[in-house]
């Protein structure tokens, strides 16, 4: 058995030391300070090991690292009042056997030596030499003075002392050090060194390809300057015309074939007589040279031709996008008109909903389906106005509005132009974008719609708009006005198992360029992974981790040597690690002031508890759980009127002023708000003031008011989902909804009880046991 004796401990940050290696390093900390004094008193043998996490500024045990390096202090320099500047050597590893617990001011462990004897043989030889020649090609790439640093190194020293001060000097990444320091077995050692020093060398030789590229790049530039100039010079002595004239004349064979209305044609004709009339070297002649190219890189007469046909539109969005039947409906509706009146004008519209659902590419879609070129405009983050209407050409460096660079990449005056993210547009004192959106978006004042870069009229009364935005809340009223609103929802687990399955997986395997009978995923692996490892309302998440887990699977195949490889669902887990989400389930107990309410979020529908305890005190309401304003105003609510009619509840009417009464929403560090949880509230209050029971399956939504009224909510085909997924078997809604009830799948409608309320006693009635007639 190895002997162990007791040192004292520094943990180290962002520094990983090895034997026979002298590194200097500064201590901070209080008990490492004093752990450098008790060092000094006891043969000034230090016991030094890295922390897995640098920003922690106390790690505790299982923040550290269990092997480190048992180094000795060679010297101590005071730099200032807390930091003393400490220059060790490495004797050998060390591996912590147990913490020891005293009343020492600083970290005391008991280490155990780890150092490993080699016997120098044929093979460790070998693999020594060839070290020293990768470690000494290394250092002619990377370092100028590599000769000093070779004689640092002895070749000659013993095999593991040699590796490791290669390993030092050569690997910069401390993870991948702390792993070598680990490794005792000297041949395993070599060979990380040596796989690390590989890559090292590739990585050096394409820094000095790029550096003597750039070297000669420069060089050529000047060279190639000189040389123009020269050839300017003797073109002007032979009289022969110059690329300025060639240049000029390109501009005119563009204008021409541009068919330009006469407004644009007379612009850009004046600005060519400017140029024609400019010196070569005039820095306004580049100027002018790029607003040409800007004019005439506009396709001003090509128009793609439209084909609307309704049939054909649905097929279209049918095969690109599963479910979302309300959202096509809508486009086709909206089609059906363009195509009977060929008119124009129209509606602009919106389409509202979380990240993920698929905005972008159902607008790609109608772009596909009426033969309309497609282009993006992303206006998230956008705050500067001229980022709309461009920049005037009497700044420097002066550019086009988005406006002009879509219209260019549309390469037709009749596009389809997504603005993408209209709800994340801002202002500043720059002005504000949507302030020319609203032109934009406008059928009558579109037609002469300005860039002012340009400055010439672009019509844009052809140009077929849709907007996408994940909330109504933040566009601007006046922008609003101007568009019909389309809400895009969540995908439901089915619909999502559905996408996977049809669209995505065929989707991924094209993309890898791979056969889709080398692996095949069962269907219930595609479950466990939307159920396990997502949580979202679209499917951008879950076509990544479908992604992962195809990646993953051919990696396996290969590595086994297999042909085919099937992905089941108890391989989801080696695969893709441990299920990140797992759905909350009702406790199957009826118990009093518990009451399982329905929340919507943006990553869809989820079940909300909401607990209420009543304690002897003075009337004080406490409220927990990261409550948003709007939920404590449901509370407050819920508890004025529970006080106001606290005898019909049988509830004692002075209990407001000798009872404390404590509303919490579990996971507190989760914020929670909105306008759906006033049912909930009251629901929970009366149960704990009257001692009366919830029953378990029992979920519900709904604001409340003063005067017990159940108001309607949104999100309830999300809701309603959640509330199956966690096993209740009843819902109650408000009485306003009952028309968004055909909006829930039939499967999740058919297996749920849904109530409707009015009125809070209808609530209290289905919900408190006791309160149910029916209840024995």
Not at 676 to 684: D, K
Request: proline share 3%; glycine share 6%.
């Amino acid at each position: 058995m190895k002997k162990s004796y007791i040192i004292p401990l520094i943990p180290l940050r962002g520094l990983t030391v090895f034997p026979n290696v002298v590194v200097h390093f500064d201590v901070g900390r209080e008990k490492s300070t004093a752990a450098i004094e008790q060092a000094m008193l006891d043969g000034q043998e230090i016991f030094l090991v890295g922390q897995k996490n640098s920003v922690v500024e106390e790690p505790n045990q299982d923040e550290l690292y269990s092997i480190g390096t048992i180094c000795k202090i060679k010297q101590i320099l005071k730099m200032s009042d807390n930091t003393i500047r400490v220059l060790v050597e490495g004797q050998e590893r060390g591996e912590i056997v147990k913490y020891i617990e005293d009343e020492a001011d600083y970290i005391k462990v008991s280490v155990q030596k780890l150092g490993n004897k080699v016997v120098k043989n044929e093979e460790i030889d070998a693999y020594i030499n060839y070290l020293d020649k990768e470690f000494i090609k290394l250092l002619k790439l990377s370092e100028e003075n590599y000769e000093e640093i070779i004689k640092l190194i002895n070749f000659s020293e013993e095999p593991s002392k040699f590796v490791d001060m290669v390993a030092s000097f050569s690997i910069t990444e401390e993870k991948l050090k702390q792993e070598i320091l680990e490794t005792v077995d000297l041949k395993k050692r070599i060979e990380k060194v040596l796989e690390r020093i590989k890559i090292e060398i590739s990585i050096a030789k394409i820094q000095k390809k790029i550096a003597n590229k750039v070297k000669n790049t420069v060089a050529k530039e000047q060279n190639d300057y000189y040389l123009r100039e020269q050839i300017k010079a003797i073109q002007e002595e032979l009289g022969e015309d110059d690329e300025e004239k060639k240049e000029i004349a390109k501009y005119e064979d563009r204008i021409e074939k541009a068919k330009l209305i006469k407004e644009v044609k007379d612009k850009v004709s004046y600005e060519l007589s400017r140029l024609k009339n400019m010196s070569a070297t005039s820095s306004e002649g580049n100027v002018i040279k790029a607003y040409l190219d800007w004019v005439l890189d506009i396709s001003w007469s090509k128009h793609t031709k439209e084909s609307i046909d309704v049939n054909k539109a649905r097929k279209i969005l049918d095969d690109e996008h599963y479910g979302l039947e309300d959202v096509k409906d809508r486009i086709i509706e909206y089609l059906a008109v363009k195509q009977f009146s060929k008119s124009q004008k129209g509606p602009i519209l919106c389409l509202v909903g979380p990240p993920g659902v698929g905005k972008t590419s159902i607008a790609k879609s109608i772009a596909h389906a009426i033969n309309r070129n497609y282009t993006r405009i992303s206006l998230g983050g956008m705050k500067d106005e001229a980022e709309i209407r461009g920049h005037r050409k009497t700044y420097v460096g002066a550019i086009p509005g988005r406006i002009v660079y879509a219209m260019k990449e549309a390469k037709s005056m009749n596009p389809l132009m997504l603005f993408d993210e209209i709800d994340k547009v801002n202002s500043n004192y720059k002005g504000d974008p949507s302030d020319a959106l609203l032109e934009i978006l406008d059928s009558e004042q579109n037609k002469d719609f300005r860039d002012s870069y340009l400055e010439v009229p672009m019509n844009l009364s052809k140009v077929l708009f849709i907007a996408t935005a994940n909330t109504l809340e933040t566009i601007p009223r006046p922008l609003l006005d101007r568009m019909e609103i389309i809400e895009v929802s969540g995908y439901t687990y089915e619909e999502k198992f559905n996408i996977a399955k049809n669209h995505l997986v065929t989707k991924l395997f094209k993309e890898l360029d791979m056969p889709t009978d080398k692996i095949k995923i069962e269907d219930s692996a595609i479950r466990e992974v939307i159920e396990g490892y997502t949580r979202e309302s679209g499917v951008r998440g879950l076509e990544r981790k479908l992604s992962s887990l195809i990646r993953k699977a051919l990696a396996e195949m290969l590595k086994q040597g297999e042909k085919e490889f099937n992905i089941t669902n108890d391989k989801i887990e080696a695969l893709l690690g441990k299920r990140i989400f797992d759905f909350d389930k009702i406790d199957k107990v009826d118990k009093v002031g518990v009451v399982t309410g329905m929340a919507w979020t943006a990553y869809g529908g989820d079940t909300l508890p909401i607990e209420a305890m009543v304690m002897a005190g003075t009337g004080k309401l406490e409220l927990t759980g990261k409550l948003g304003q709007v939920m404590q105003e449901s509370a407050k609510t819920a508890y004025s009127y529970v006080r106001a009619n606290a005898a019909k509840f049988g509830i004692d009417e002075a209990f407001y002023k000798e009872k404390d009464i404590h509303i919490h929403a579990p996971e507190g560090a989760v914020s929670k708000d909105g306008p759906s949880a006033g049912v909930t509230m009251v629901t929970a209050l009366v149960s704990a003031l009257s001692g009366k029971k919830v029953k378990h399956n029992v979920a519900m939504t709904g604001e409340v008011t003063l005067t017990g009224r159940v108001l309607p909510i949104g999100g309830l085909k999300e809701k309603s989902l959640a509330a199956f997924r966690a096993g209740v078997d009843t819902i109650i809604i408000p009485k306003d909804n009952e028309k968004d009830i055909e909006k829930i799948p039939n499967s999740i409608r058919n297996s749920l009880n849904i109530i409707s309320a009015k009125e809070v006693n209808e609530v209290l009635k289905n919900a408190l046991i006791g309160e149910d007639t029916n209840e024995n």
